[in-house]
């Protein structure tokens, strides 16, 4: 069985500040690992994706994650929030000898960014 | 660029009612998912069908049963509803071959079930 774990309900940053969304999974084989992000009474919106290759994969509106495969770790990052990325964050990842698996999603986590 | 369309994007029913929600994926997406997305929950998968044939099941209710047409929309049908199924259905969408991995998901519909 496949998991992803936020320990973050809510994370607090400050306009122009770097901003960290911490995600970790677990899964048997080579994962497949996404990050969407969800607006109030929104579908999700696909921000970025780790597959293979370079560890530091970058996405939509300047947000970047790193895959660590020892810690299976994948965070969001970004380095200078802004108030409209405030929204609700969720990662998710799919074992990649899945096919059409559906995804595993993480509790989500509350991006707020104070003006 | 089309999106996934989700029809009703509301829905209100009574419980032990049925209802009957509607994906429609962007063009040349040949497979699609089903997810359940209770009040500040994360999305639960339900279902997938790759090319009409159900690929993936997750925690999908006896109750509830979906496929997908020739045109590769698809339906997801609710029977004896319960109080308990009020949650944003979101539907997805992506080719199965290729690169994209990712999915693309709908607007969702909103069901409220009194």
């Known amino acids: 069985a496949q998991s992803v774990a936020q320990p973050e309900d809510q994370v607090n940053v400050a306009e122009g500040n770097p901003l960290t969304v911490k995600c970790t999974y677990s899964?048997?084989?080579?994962?497949?690992l996404f990050w969407y992000v969800q607006y109030p009474n929104r579908g999700l919106q696909f921000l970025l994706k780790y597959i293979t290759g370079d560890n530091l994969v970058k996405g939509s509106y300047g947000f970047e994650a790193e895959f660590n495969k020892s810690q299976t770790s994948f965070h969001l990052k970004k380095p200078s929030a802004l108030v409209s990325d405030s929204a609700l964050y969720f990662c998710?990842?799919?074992?990649?000898?899945?096919?059409?698996?559906?995804?595993?999603f993480g509790k989500g986590t509350h991006l707020i960014i104070q003006p | 660029a089309a999106g996934v369309i989700q029809s009703p994007r509301h829905l209100i029913k009574e419980k032990r009612e049925t209802a009957t929600l509607k994906c429609y994926p962007i063009?040349?997406?040949?497979?699609v998912y089903w997810y359940q997305q209770g009040p500040g929950q994360d999305p639960q998968f339900l279902i997938s069908?790759?090319?009409?044939?159900?690929?993936d099941k997750g925690s999908i209710p006896d109750r509830f049963s979906a496929q997908q047409f020739s045109d590769y929309h698809s339906e997801l049908n609710m029977s004896s509803l319960e109080l308990g199924d009020s949650a944003l259905y979101f539907c997805?969408?992506?080719?199965?071959?290729?690169?994209?991995?990712?999915?693309?998901f709908g607007p969702g519909t909103r069901l409220t079930v009194l």
């Open positions: 069908f790759y090319e009409k044939m159900q690929s």
């Open positions: 997805a969408s992506r080719p199965l071959a290729g690169a994209n991995n990712e999915q693309f």
């Open positions: 899964v048997s084989g080579n994962p497949y």
């Open positions: 998710a990842v799919r074992d990649r000898g899945g096919g059409a698996d559906g995804l595993t």
């Open positions: 063009p040349r997406h040949d497979t």
